[in-house]
């Protein structure tokens, strides 16, 4: 777990960790505004699989270039002449990439700049974080285009959002941006400057968390959103019992009753 893993496979994303087992992810494709190709969601598909366990603490998502993600890669779909069937596939392969990050445990924070749209709003909706600039963007042309989402858009947008700002997103192609998109959930932070510095300081926060308890954040919650009241209280009970008596807390619980620990306070 402590060696630097091997990035060396992957060829449409820039991977690079730190020491403290922050890693920082970025979609590799600015010529064609990181469009998300086949090969790109089977790399996606790959290091949200592997990063739980090969150290990764938290994860910065960026493109690389002026956009964030331009979704689908429409003249990939376009040339490939797609079944019904076969775009199932693809779309089933999205969903394994993208509920990879939203319940693999691993805290996500996605650092948005220009275009988040299509399939780049859904791909940021699975992170956990977003943090928007002056730039940044959002938008479903899926309706423009003669399309349907098919990367979860329907469930996460739509949970962000709800489903009547969805709906009109996509039958008008509306696109929300600066304190309009942060106040409909869109994004948790709008920044002045650069989006990667800010999701990088919000990574080595979250990194600085027990891993177990950022499992907990980072899936427990998701999870729990998807059953019944009665069977959430249920897990997350057992959830709470596994995490709040974990062995690495009581040092911070030491601290705490020591009054050596940090206290809570109202922003200065
Ligand atoms: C692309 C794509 C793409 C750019 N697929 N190649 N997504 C969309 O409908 C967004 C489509 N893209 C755009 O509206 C614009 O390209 C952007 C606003 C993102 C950027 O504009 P701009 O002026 O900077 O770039 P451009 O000149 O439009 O594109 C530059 C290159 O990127 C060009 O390639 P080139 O080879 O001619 O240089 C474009 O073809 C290429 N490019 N976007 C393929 N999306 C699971 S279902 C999900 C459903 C969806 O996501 S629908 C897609 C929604």
């Given at each position: 777990m402590s060696a630097t893993p091997?990035?060396?496979?992957?060829e449409k994303l820039s991977v690079k960790a730190d020491a403290d087992g922050v890693w920082v992810v970025t979609l590799n494709r600015p010529e064609k505004r990181n469009a998300l190709d086949e090969a790109t969601i089977e790399e996606l598909v790959d290091l949200f699989a592997t990063a739980p366990r090969t150290g990764a603490k938290s994860i910065v998502l960026a493109g690389a270039g002026d956009h964030f993600c331009a979704g689908l890669d429409l003249v990939e779909h376009h040339k490939e002449d797609r079944s019904p069937a076969d775009f199932m596939h693809v779309c089933l392969r999205w969903h394994e990439a993208f509920n990879k990050m939203e319940y693999g445990g691993v805290p996500i924070i996605a650092a948005l700049k220009g275009a988040v749209v299509g399939g780049g709003l859904e791909l940021a909706s699975a992170a956990h974080i977003r943090v928007a600039d002056a730039s940044t963007y959002f938008a479903l042309p899926e309706g423009q285009r003669g399309l349907f989402t098919g990367g979860g858009a329907t469930i996460r947008v739509a949970d962000l959002v709800g489903k009547s700002r969805m709906i009109d997103m996509m039958l008008t192609g509306r696109v929300y941006q600066g304190q309009e998109a942060i106040d409909l959930g869109l994004a948790q932070y709008l920044v002045e400057g650069s989006s990667l510095d800010t999701a990088m300081d919000l990574a080595k926060l979250a990194a600085a968390n027990l891993p177990l308890t950022n499992f907990a954040i980072c899936s427990a919650i998701s999870h729990m959103q998807n059953m019944s009241a009665l069977d959430a209280a249920y897990a997350e009970a057992v959830v709470a019992g596994v995490v709040n008596t974990q062995v690495d807390a009581r040092g911070r619980l030491e601290a705490f009753a020591n009054k050596t620990a940090a206290r809570v306070r109202p922003n200065s």
């Open positions: 091997d990035f060396s496979r992957f």
